[in-house]
């Protein structure tokens, strides 16, 4: 029998904001798993406010390699393009105006008693709008310079962007998020068992992901889990404030929420926590800056030759194992269940089919295939499809620039909801964002340049 | 040709709820189409607590018939099943509790910052748990002394309590509201035509109906009634206060919303109002006392004979029509598209086939058939879907007497949706109406009872 | 009030394919509908070919409306786009390719042992690649012509005819067939009721209708008349062999199938009865010839002035009330229950909402409205299911002249089935109607026509 | 960390029908699987009337484990109670009434013209007749005896009794064939790579399989296979006659269509065919009888301790892999992707939730989960809904001895259609399977037996 087709032999890896602290995780993932993956170029890219970062983690990533005495090329770069040309994997993990304007997303809802948070909400809505367009011009470049290239982002809000790319461009992306691997560590942590033996059924949307059903070795025990989490087991995120969870509520849902849902199910005391905080020890940006500039004080050190202890321990553990864990299932076939970012096609039928939705999908060579989970109870049904509305409305305001759209977006996310303060809202997004959103400036623009 | 079927000659109309200050409207429409309509008994039933106002009613019942000169007997009665039995139709328009317990409903939501309103958010939450369980008793007497009979219900909250008939009784019923007829006779005065000449595709749930599309003889005006709208044209109910709205969120939904979705769309300013009103002139219910004890005064007057101006001017005024309307085709065939509640059978597919929505229905001696609506904009399914969550629910918990689906139901509401927030207010419902509540007490009385 | 908009007084009819013999029928509907329907022009278009016939209909029409003594003026031309310009309606009732052409497709599939009629299976899809590409080419004339005129479409098969317009065009156009009132007037007469007794929930596709209930002054008496069908009751169309049915079948079926249905579930009975058919009295085109050229006959006669009796004889008999009382509807804004050609949108569920059904629908002056019809059972929508998937199919080949696509519609034709006698047919046919179908032939015709 | 759940270390497995001639492979898979699986008893068990085989099986099995040097407990028994009670792994592959009833399967519809097929068609109908109420009897046992059993089912037609089991016990099952395994082989052979390098997307019902998508290394060559299919691959089960494809069709079709698809697609060839084979080789079961004669006197050598050949070279040879790569995956968690018959939970959204469908699926310690396949095109969603249709109507036959129901069943069966002929086969099956149909002659028996 003649082998017609076979696997390349070399990969080249793209990381897309490659001065992020998070990169040394990926390198370590990369040396971890080299002999499944044979990866032998890695290109760090960012812009060119990140300049400095970035060649500090190119000289740290260097120094992770030759530690390994593994055969990788690291190479940082601020041309975009010529690293994307005929690369295999291309990760992105970039933040469009930085953690300045993430303090924004934070600060400007609670001004108007609402939510502030980086991913959710208005917050999470003004992030989408930087995001997207920067994302869709990436895009461009891979259609032309890597068609076969497989994208996986990490760029929050993962389940909004990644349904732009999908409906935008022709790039084969898988959204990615660490909150379902980490609810299947503390859901092991409290069963007493390893994370092997359970089997998950998770569907939603990124960041509004529900354990629908939790096997431990063929037995379902949802609701013994859901008992756990009702008498206080850990069941959250370093960054999200762990409101106690009702019991009755736990039962009554019959499902595990993610630690993000206490954002909609438990408005009042998060919103009550965070103004709290947000005096006292300033918005989570302004926290995260801090950390920031510690790690990269570490990662200068020309003696550090391995990721730093302080990473690890400040949250985002599980992305390097995530990210590398699809790149080794997509490489080598492996026909692994994780939980990413992918089009609905069906999975959830109150969802439309060119959705994007965050569920246990099969990764192999083929991509990611999503489960079929069939219907919710009405309580699900009703949050989700309210909370897709919003996002698909907050696509089409990111693409096109529509104000209307985007006013509707934000009446119909639960966290906002009344047209007044989603309109002060809008308005004061787009004005503190000005330099990030020429798709709703253009005309502007266009008319300040001469032509 | 032999005519082998034909109408009964002779119809018996029950009004329950005979008491209402509502019924000399009913009484007036059947003396107005008694040449369509050969009603010729018409029962006044009501509770021992209403007897007063029960025969005050009758008598002016039968001094308007009297002068109508027409044979029509009117009969008042505390024995219901022998005012059902052989009854062709049976109006509903009772009130569990009377304005007392309305007056609770519009105060306990308050207490926690939520809209307190009669039929919307926890208010009509409450009228729910109270009403259903009467209503489905009514039902058995029904299915057994009249199950031919069509029963038109009024009762609030409409699409709640025809949604738990529909599922909980085999008998036929249409659920009745003047919010739609309302909506046509004031965009045809914006338009300066006349009612008839005007065609509305009419969809969503009671108290949550969109008006689609528009036309005018013909032709398409939904996208002007929204500019007249967002311009101030008035567009409001009696009972609701008129925020006005944003022309530019208008423009963008596409439709044309009932006055009620100032509460879901324009909550703040709503609360804001209803705190107002609550202190300075007292809830709505406190404000209605009042009326209902001038009219009753009025009522009393021997030489009254006909509907008294004041009631006309209080609202309501086309439950009359709207209900007469609807016997009338019925009984005669007519095949009028009226907006009534049903069970949806696929008309709005984004609900369950047995939920029960209100639309524009073709009435004839059929029953009334749902046009097809297909699928509406993510804006408007999202929120449909989110409302119609929290109305199964609140169906189980008014049926079964179930506070977990309690929780869940108000939790699910956009007007609570806190969990804490949603215990408080069930807590304090349960224990505020525990004399209309035997589905959730009932453990409590079989310990009390001796068997 | 000043009323803003007003009906139009004056209303001009088109009817292409004028020249048929049906057009009196027309006529005389309009004559008798005058009071309401403002009609004083009417425009009878007709292709070179049928000239003849033309003047000769156009006489016999004067003569028609002369004895009336109404101020309407009939026009006979050639010129099609003349007499589309400003129509308020358009009758389109025409034959691409004649009887001859019709002949055709009711011998070629009896060749390979499949049933042969003019607008089911392997015969009408040949009329219907004939047909789709003449009335698309007129409804590029009306677009621009007669952009807001209403098209009643006859011309069959008329689901798939209006499934291609729907789909192609931007006319607003209703599909009509005269089975659905000939099965209420049989019912009728089964009942010994009137027709107007009986309300029909009718669904399905054109040629493929079942009437799923049926009630009989609001009494549900589907059972009755499926067994008074089972029993023999007359139950078929002038032009359809009647054979009888199974009660058993029709008992477990539900639902009323209409005389067409007989192709489908009676295949072997009714290829038996077509090729005995054949043999001795010539297939039903050569039949309807020699009735054809009888009537045309008749309407020479100068002394004719109305519609003769042998035209009412022949079946078609109630085309023309099915039509004018549509226009009656749509003009006048009636809202009645017609069963017509239209647009899914959700009212078979099982079926793509651009999918176009045959149904009970209202009609008024915002066009046609399809009631919502919710789930059928599994042997219904096994059926309609396959037979839509055969008319999609059969539409893009029409259209598109795509040859595969023509192929696998024939196979998924219950009728053809077997992918040699679909091709072989397929084959037949194209060859045939080489002169009908510039679609699939136009590289050729492009190559011999000097540009 | 103490870890509260592991698995059971000692398996039995109990094989229904352990005197086929089948068992062999299965014990080779079970010794070839004693590191992964610890199998350490296996019960066969049968019916009193296949006695002699039973016993033949079981010497051959204990001389097969002796010469493994395993300790596996092999156990023929008659008390299927006994053997069930405790069981770990339960597999049917029985034949009710045995090959003279399949050989009047087969004789039967040939009579009235139609394909006489074993599982598909008129003669699988009536093997599901027989066959349902028996598996449902063994599921009883299970209920009670077994319940955390899981039942992998071969029994034809394995579609139908899987639905059958699914809703109307409580037993967990999946349902097997080893048409999908052996498409995947055929596939490999043709494009010249192993087995596992590909990716099939399979979804469809039992026999009536589709390919919807092939991948190699991550390449989707559907596009490819479908040419080497139409040029001629083989792509054919040993007891299908390869009638040839026609290529425009499978581009047409646009997924690779499954070999018992001949049926359905070629019927005129695969009947003509069979006519053929039935005259002068005798049906397909009369062929069998006689390999079944000779393999047993092969069995019955006491020298023979493996597997023989002659068995391999018969077809069916992969149910052996399929069968214990399934108890592998479940056992072992291995959320391996095989194709198998489960309950649909919206993968394929034109058919109903509880249908059982054939489909790829995840396969690990939580059972079998499909994957989401979305819209399929309309000739595929046409045709299966129709057969499940079929399905959906047999199956209610079958339990509940429905007459009007396998009327409709047949009827809509796109192999029979005409009522005519599925009432004559229809009334002969019921006449010949007398002795294995209680459910239709219930009555009848109740009046012989004395009570």
Redesign the interface.
Same mark, same amino acid.
């Given at each position: 029998?003649?082998?017609?087709?076979?696997?390349k032999q070399h990969l080249k890896v793209v990381i897309i904001g490659g001065g992020s602290s998070y990169t040394p995780e990926l390198i370590e993932g990369i040396i971890n798993r080299h002999q499944q993956l044979p990866i032998n170029e890695v290109h760090l890219v960012d812009v060119t406010a990140g300049r400095d970062k970035l060649y500090i983690i190119e000289a740290l990533a260097k120094r992770m390699i030759e530690r390994s005495g593994l055969n990788i090329e690291v190479k940082a770069t601020l041309n975009r393009r010529e690293a994307i040309e005929g690369a295999d994997f291309i990760m992105t993990q970039f933040r469009v105006g930085g953690l300045y304007a993430r303090a924004n997303d934070e600060k400007i809802p609670l001004k108007y008693g609402v939510i502030g948070q980086e991913t959710t909400g208005a917050g999470g809505f003004a992030k989408a709008l930087r995001t997207i367009p920067v994302i869709l011009d990436i895009c461009k470049d891979i259609e032309e310079l890597a068609p076969d290239a497989w994208m996986l982002n990490f760029t929050n809000p993962a389940g909004l962007v990644t349904e732009a790319i999908l409906k935008y461009s022709s790039v084969k992306t898988i959204g990615l998020c660490n909150v379902p691997v980490s609810m299947q560590m503390m859901i092991a942590e409290m %069963?007493? +068992?390893?994370p092997?033996?359970l089997?998950l059924?998770c569907a939603g949307l990124n960041h509004l992901l529900w354990a629908h059903?939790v096997?431990?070795?063929?037995?379902d025990i949802t609701s013994t889990v859901l008992e756990k989490v009702g008498d206080g087991a850990n069941f959250s995120m370093k960054n999200i404030f762990e409101e106690p969870w009702?019991p009755?509520?736990l039962?009554?849902?019959g499902a595990i929420p993610c630690p993000y849902h206490r954002y909609?199910?438990?408005?009042?005391?998060m919103l009550a926590e965070e103004k709290q905080a947000a005096e006292s020890e300033g918005t989570r940006a302004e926290q995260v800056m801090k950390t920031e500039a510690e790690l990269f004080e570490l990662y200068k050190d020309v003696q550090l030759d391995e990721k730093p202890k302080l990473l690890e321990e400040r949250g985002g553990a599980y992305y390097s194992d995530a990210s590398l864990n699809l790149v080794d299932a997509?490489y080598n076939?492996l026909?692994?269940?994780n939980v990413v970012n992918v089009r609905?096609?069906?999975?959830i039928?109150?969802l439309p089919?060119d959705a994007v939705i965050e569920c246990?999908a099969?990764i192999?060579?083929?991509?990611a295939?999503?489960?079929?989970?069939?219907?919710f109870s009405?309580?699900i049904?009703?949050?989700i499809?309210?909370?897709?509305?919003?996002e698909?409305?907050a696509v089409e305001a990111a693409v096109h620039g529509d104000?209307?759209?985007g006013? %509707?977006a934000l009446? +119909?996310n639960?966290l906002v909801?009344?047209?007044?303060?989603a309109?002060n809202i809008l308005d004061e997004i787009l004005k503190v964002n000005y330099d990030y959103l020429p798709q709703f400036y253009s005309k502007k623009v266009a008319q300040d340049v001469p032509t």
């Open positions: 029998m003649t082998q017609t087709t076979s696997k %069963m007493a +068992c390893t092997e033996q089997s059924e059903k096997w431990l070795e063929g037995k009702n009755d509520f039962q009554s849902l909609f199910y438990q408005t009042d005391a997509l076939n026909n692994t269940i609905n096609n069906g999975a039928p109150a089919n246990s099969v192999g060579s083929w991509g295939k999503p489960l079929a989970f069939g219907s009405p309580a049904t009703g949050l499809t309210q909370v897709k509305a919003y698909q409305l104000y209307d759209k006013l %509707m009446t +119909c639960p909801q009344d047209i007044n303060k309109k």
